[in-house]
């Protein structure tokens, strides 16, 4: 079993400072012999070293934990956003303790809840709900927190979000140029969201631009974002035309997902010709043989800013409800 440093000082007969400064490579600067150096470190390497943690958090003020709330892992950009984040974490020698929400206020409630009594550093949120909990007002903990994702007005925090208007105006108005008769279809899921909301208010303004009358009909929403949002929402679609779309889009790839599968149960299979966007990209597109336009989200870059805010004090110069908006990439395929 690896030693504390009480321990080590005890068994070689140095001060716990001693032994310290030779963990943290300090004794060049404090002078440590030589000697003292190797018969500590000759030690460790046989027992080990084990950090007490509770100790080290009470005299550093800090438990070097951050929080990450998400809605669902399932969603491939949140995924892969935890991924970057926890690379930048473990480069700090921080641990990210990700819980999920599953869109449900209860759940989320929770978890926050959870977190903040684990006395995290920094708390990063994807809210499903504009309320905001009693204890994240007050904020008596030390934590830094952020919303992503998600920037409802009604939050007091900084947010770090992709820029959903511009990726669904810019996929909108690639898809209306290259679809038979400009005709395309917004699938969307959970369209309170504000991301989802900037996403459709994107597609409306590419629907004007291209004169597109009654751009309501073009919009079908669903309250959750699933698979099974996506086969309800395609179902009933080809059922009011009486056909498949010529063209679609999808707010997410889980949306897309039920979508290709209502399809192609409902059709017999997936027409080659049929026209398709999605926000959020993945590989396993490139064996669809049909013409494609994604949003890809930069989930480093977001990462990034998270981890900045995140490591912030409390009180960072600026409005605590300022918003940093990342650009998307769209990504075209078999065009």
Known sequence: MSKTVEEIAKATGFSITTVRFVINGQTDRYRISAKTRQAIEDYIA????????????????????????????????????????????NERNLLLLTLASHESPELENRAITSLLERDVDGLAIAPCQSVVLPQLRSNKTRASIVAFDRGYPSWPFPAVVSDNYQGGLEMARRMLQESAGGECFFLCAHADSPSIQDRIRGFETACAESGVDDVASRIWTDANDSPDAGRHLMRILIDELRRPPAAFMCSSLLVLEG?????????????????????????????????????????????????????????????????????????????
């Open 46 to 89: 046989i027992h080990g070293y084990s950090i007490n943690h509770a100790a080290r958090s009470l005299k550093l003020a800090r438990t070097e934990t951050i929080g990450f709330v998400v809605p669902d892992l399932a969603n491939a950009y949140f995924a892969r956003l935890m991924a970057a984040l926890e690379a930048r974490c």
């Open 259 to 335: 979508a290709l599968l209502q399809l192609r149960e409902q059709m017999g299979n997936i027409d080659p010709a049929l026209l398709i966007g999605t926000f959020d990209d993945h590989a396993m597109l490139d064996l669809l043989p049909n013409r494609i336009v994604a949003v890809r989200q930069n989930e480093k870059a977001i990462a990034e800013r998270l981890f900045e805010r995140l490591l912030a004090p409390r009180d960072p110069v600026g409005l605590p409800g300022e918003t940093d908006t990342v650009p998307c990439e769209i990504i075209c395929r078999n065009f």
